[in-house]
């Protein structure tokens, strides 16, 4: 919730200087779980239906549990999943053949809601791009929960971080995510853990062998080696690596 109240603050100061803000969208879930569908969005401004869904400029507060289905290239600015405390959370999946892209951030639990996860994200095929930062479990006294099935995660800008102030859980049963940087507690205050089920894997850009390798030791990520593939790429998964 803090997160998204710095960012409001944000907006409210940029429109008094008459500078054009960006847009917050909100899923209301009246028709179907379906992103795609119009019916589905309201303009925070009023509360009136949005009669179109996001674009790149948007931001999400995203309570209810949309899906991303084939076919559906969703766009955002910044996501808050489970975005405001003491309501009940929020879900957010992509099944085969969607995808999303977010030109800024995306938090998976930002707000202590009255739910035990504050925020689920679910890949369950297609791609995500985030071009800054991913978070799982943003602001303190969260949680958000994680899980790539299938499909591809790309956050190559921000790089992604299990536990901001919150605690995160991220599991990996499939697919692939490709990231710039991966760490835990990127505000200090957080924690988390990773947890391979299948043969999905994680790649990191950074020289990170000898990091991953003390937060397998210390059981922040389970059931997985750590590999280098060509310096300085850190590769992560359960699937026996060649010697």
């Given at each position: 919730m803090k997160s998204f109240l710095k960012v409001l603050v944000l907006v409210f100061a940029v429109c008094a200087l008459g500078v054009s803000a960006p847009a917050a969208l909100f899923f209301n879930q009246s028709v179907s779980q379906d992103w795609s569908n119009i019916a589905n969005w309201d303009d925070t401004a009023d509360w009136t239906p949005a009669g179109r869904v996001p674009g790149l400029t948007d931001d999400i507060p995203l309570r209810n549990a949309p899906i991303i289905y084939s076919g559906t290239a969703a766009e955002a600015q910044n996501i808050w999943v489970g975005p405001w405390?003491?309501?009940?959370?929020?879900?957010?999946?992509?099944?085969?053949g969607g995808s999303l892209h977010t030109a800024g951030y995306l938090f998976v639990g930002s707000a202590d809601t009255s739910d035990g996860t504050d925020g689920m994200l679910f890949i369950n095929g297609g791609q995500l791009n985030v071009d800054d930062h991913l978070i799982i479990g943003a602001d303190p006294g969260t949680s958000g929960f994680m899980q790539v099935n299938d499909g591809v995660v790309n956050t190559l800008g921000g790089g992604l971080f299990v536990g901001g102030n919150?605690?995160?859980h991220l599991d990996i049963t499939g697919g692939t995510i490709n990231t710039s940087y991966i760490g835990f507690a990127a505000w200090g205050g957080g924690a988390g853990v990773i947890t391979f089920n299948g043969n999905g894997q994680i790649i990191s850009l950074a020289d990170q062998v000898a990091e991953v390798q003390d937060w397998i030791d210390w059981g922040w990520v389970q059931n997985a080696p750590v590999d280098s593939l060509a310096k300085p790429k850190a590769s992560i998964s359960n699937v026996p690596h060649s010697t």
């Open positions: 405390a003491g309501v009940s959370g929020g879900s957010l999946a992509i099944e085969s919150g605690w995160g």
